[in-house]
């Protein structure tokens, strides 16, 4: 028999549509602007999870796309938010620097108290919450976009504990195409895409991590959004969806073949908005 997991609880979302997507240029193993896009064929795609993610009862909120930023639709690397603090982001590459502004004026909007970075980083691509470890923790990655020093910055800004983490492996250039939170304590990952010691602090950590081999990373299997029991993931991860699936989640697939062409899947599309948890 599985084990149940943790029951789903109702998330806010937001993401961007692909109306502007393309790959004009590379800066990640996966993009080549010779591969020709199906822009019709991404915004069907997108759609679909969007609509799964509101058929599991999550709100999910719209940026509108902006003309002259292809990699918008990547939407989990504007921001960072804990408790209805947003951490903003300040993108690594000039291309998609004025990303960060949209998603800012997207918070204010709304009334988030939102922090501008002084640090290079790019939002939950490479920041990670997890809520029930020692109050919450915040994982994080370095190697590639974020710079170590906006770890320091997140901590202060968020007021929790971050764990620095070294990715070594350029495919896996976000920590979120290696490392995913699956509910509340607990995490999926695969661990060739991190330095032997940062393997060391996720086993630490994580001794009962779903455990992720190169078929599934490769395959953008943990570039997934998880609500606590349904995991909408890639359709070519099919062993990590076994894998999750045995370990009592629901997975729930979802072809992303056009955005994974920029280097991205589910969870790139999705940022998560943490409010504040309710007074009592
Ligand atoms: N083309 C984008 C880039 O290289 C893809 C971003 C993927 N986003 C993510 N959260 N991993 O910046």
Known sequence: MTEQRTPPMTREYLMCPPQHFAVEYAINPWMDPAVEVDRELAGKQWELLRVTLTDLGHTVHVLPARVGLPDMVYAANGAF???????????????????????????????????????????????????????????????????????????????????????????????????????????????????????????????????????????????????GRHVVLNSAATGLAQRLAAAGYRPVAVELTELRKGGGSVKCCVAELRPAPPQT
Do not use: K
Not at 85 to 113: C, I, K, M, N
Not at 178 to 201: K, M, N, W
């Open 81 to 227: 938010s804990v408790d209805g603090t947003v951490y903003g982001a300040r993108f690594r590459h000039p291309q998609r620097r004025s990303e960060a502004a949209a998603h800012h004026r997207f918070y204010l909007d709304r009334g988030w108290t939102y922090i501008p970075a002084s640090e290079t980083n790019e939002g939950e691509g490479d920041f990670a919450y997890v809520p029930g470890v020692a109050g919450g923790v915040i994982l994080a990655g370095y190697g590639f976009r974020t710079d170590p020093a906006a770890h320091a910055e997140a901590q202060e800004v968020l007021g929790r504990p971050v764990v620095s983490l070294r990715l070594v492996d350029p495919r896996f250039y976000h920590l979120d195409t290696a490392l995913a939170v699956l509910d509340e304590h607990r995490i999926a990952y695969f661990p060739g895409a991190f330095s032997t010691a940062a393997q060391r602090v996720l086993a630490q950590l994580f001794p009962d991590a779903v455990l992720a081999d190169d078929a599934d990373a490769l395959a953008f299997g943990l570039n997934l959004v998880s609500d």
